[in-house]
């Protein structure tokens, strides 16, 4: 495996990225009494102790411009506060806004948590899911960006962004422009994605999504499932992420199992992410499936051991495999 020049490929590559786009805020403080009001906790919030970080496909986006590649974030927001406080946020991370959409009365999602005492205490989520109203415009966007992509991530929160009929279009014209397309799907939309090239659940969406149950423990059942998922869906390659356990590839010709780099896990929030990131920026780089998911499993594991979510840079992960991988 020449990482150098992989690591080095990494920053010739542009990749588009369409999906739900999240502002991640986190509020910090302290827990020192319950509410007489209920039986609840009060946390008491330290002064300029609130953070906010650009989350969902932003932060897909966030993690391959770390990554070293030219990324473009194609999504809709709405024409609320927090939609402002999303694009100030793009700009201070240099992330260019062409691919955005405004969205009139549409909330722009925003998922709050509140972490004390070294806990995450609470979620607060403000969003809305329904289907977005401008698909037609939405999809001529798309269309108009993918003139010199090396990769297509559809990154579906089940927020309403990715719709059946903009899924079916982006794949279909990826594939006639032979732009590999990798999906981090959800359960809403999980058997719509026919004909990606890599499809990347994690173990309680391919439970869901094929309504079944596994043992993470049975490596044969996750053979025939992750099979299964392949066929049913006609995908070049299956990339399950097993939490703790590592991450899974499954191809017409291989099927392994990777162990988790990491025994310190601190907080899995957007490890998916990052493990989507580095899938697509591989499949650019035309790295093979085995070398992509050696190299997603790491980045995951780096992630985990970080609080938030927050991206890994193309220094940290390109050290992190060169010491896992002894090259």
């Known amino acids: 495996m020449n990482l150098n020049k992989y690591f080095h490929d990494f920053k010739s590559k542009r990749i588009l990225i369409v999906g ?10 302290e827990i020192n009494r319950m509410s007489p009001e209920a039986p609840v906790p009060v946390v008491d919030v330290a002064v300029n102790q609130n953070d906010s970080r650009l989350g969902g496909a932003a932060n897909v986006a966030l993690n391959l411009k770390e990554l070293g590649a030219e990324s473009i974030l194609c999504t809709v927001i709405g024409n609320d506060n927090r939609g402002i406080l ?16 405004i969205s009139n009365g549409r909330k722009t999602t925003t998922k709050t948590r ?21 698909e037609k415009q939405f999809y001529n966007l798309i269309e108009k960006l993918t003139h010199n992509i090396d990769a297509i991530i ?11 009929n903009i899924i079916e279009k982006i794949i279909c014209l990826a594939n006639k422009k032979n732009i590999p397309t990798i999906v981090d799907p959800k359960k809403q939309n999980f058997l719509l994605y026919k004909n990606c ?22 490596k044969n059942e996750i053979t025939k499932k992750t099979t299964e998922l392949r066929e049913l869906i006609s995908a070049k390659a299956i990339l399950l992420t097993l939490s703790s356990k590592g991450i899974c590839l499954n191809t017409k010709n291989n099927f392994i199992i990777e162990s988790s780099t990491t025994s310190n896990v601190i907080d899995v929030s957007g490890a998916g992410d990052t493990v989507v990131s580095v899938a697509a920026i591989c499949m650019a780089c035309n790295i093979d499936f085995e070398e992509i998911a050696l190299l ?7 992630v985990c051991e970080k609080v938030g979510v927050v991206p890994i840079t193309n220094q940290e992960l390109l050290e992190r495999a060169k010491e896992i991988l002894d090259v």
């Open 20 to 29: 739900d786009a999240i502002i991640d805020t986190y509020l910090w403080g």
């Open 296 to 302: 997603a499993n790491i980045a995951g594991g780096i």
């Open 154 to 164: 559809l990154q579906d929160y089940n927020k309403g962004v990715l719709t059946e």
């Open 86 to 101: 999303f694009e100030e946020l793009m700009q201070e991370q240099g992330l260019t806004l062409e691919g955005m959409l």
């Open 114 to 134: 509140v972490i004390a005492n070294n806990k995450h205490q609470l979620r607060i989520d403000e969003e809305d899911t329904y289907p977005i109203k401008i």
């Open 197 to 218: 090239t890599l499809f990347k659940p994690n173990f309680n969406e391919i439970k869901d999504g094929l309504k079944t149950s596994i043992d993470i423990e049975n």
